[in-house]
T-cell receptor
Framework: DQQVKQNSPSLSVQEGRISILNCDYT??????FLWYKKYPAEGPTFLISISSIKDKNEDGRFTVFLNKSAKHLSLHIVPSQPGDSAVYFCAARSMRDQFYFGTGTSLTVIP | EADIYQTPRYLVIGTGKKITLECSQTMGHDKMYWYQQDPGMELHLIHYSYGVNSTEKGDLSSESTVSRIRTEHFPLTLESARPSHTSQYLC???????????????FGPGTRLTVL
């Protein structure tokens, strides 16, 4: 059973606008959440993370929001740039120190 | 930046062959992981290791085996490859988890395996 879900397989956004990628999870014991970015033929690279004790973490153009009551997190990219076009995976860490990944959202930023 | 390597990057092989996918990291990380990913699907954990001589199976059942004789090396072996093993295999490593919770996984570039 999939514990981390990304229900939008793709998203297109105009350059300069905000990109919002969403992720839902089912396990309330996850204590750490991460976003990874993946280009074709490469492995995922870490983007930003958030602890379950926080509700927001910001790093430059990237902000992650966590809503524990809704078991939902989102990644905001503003302003979006063409170089942001990639597949974005959200991941959650379990108490067993294992990471569970979503299926990814393919973001296309249109110049 | 992360230093984790996987070879080969691409492999096309016939059914029944034995293959070993190599993964090495130079960061001294204790933890290493193998994931399997098909297009449009999530990364599935198939093996992980917390250190030398430690290996565990992940949530996704896999016919592969792993070994961890050295900290930096975590090879994955398929004794007899089948078409159902066709997939992308990603290796990752991370530091020992800390109470600050800031550990993250570094991924290799992946091996794209095709079994004919």
């Amino acid at each position: 059973d999939q514990q981390v879900k990304q229900n939008s397989p793709s998203l297109s956004v105009q350059e300069g606008r905000i990109s919002i990628l969403n992720c839902d999870y089912t396990n309330s014991m996850f204590d750490y959440f991460l976003w990874y970015k993946k280009y074709p033929a490469e492995g995922p690279t870490f983007l930003i993370s958030i602890s379950s004790i926080k509700d927001k973490n910001e790093d430059g153009r990237f902000t992650v929001f966590l809503n524990k009551s809704a078991k939902h997190l989102s990644l905001h990219i503003v302003p979006s740039q063409p170089g942001d076009s990639a597949v974005y995976f959200c991941a959650a860490r379990s108490m067993r120190d294992q990471f569970y990944f979503g299926t990814g959202t393919s973001l296309t930023v249109i110049p | 930046e992360a230093d984790i390597y996987q070879t080969p990057r691409y492999l096309v092989i016939g059914t029944g062959k034995k293959i070993t996918l190599e993964c090495s990291q130079t960061m001294g990380h204790d933890k290493m992981y193998w994931y399997q990913q098909d297009p449009g699907m999530e990364l599935h954990l198939i093996h992980y290791s917390y250190g030398v001589n430690s290996t565990e199976k992940g949530d996704l059942s896999s016919e592969s085996t792993v070994s961890r004789i050295r900290t930096e090396h975590f090879p994955l072996t398929l004794e007899s490859a089948r078409p159902s093993h066709t997939s992308q295999y990603l290796c990752a490593s991370s530091r020992r988890w800390t109470t600050s919770g800031r550990a993250k996984q570094f991924f290799g570039p992946g091996t794209r395996l095709t079994v004919l």
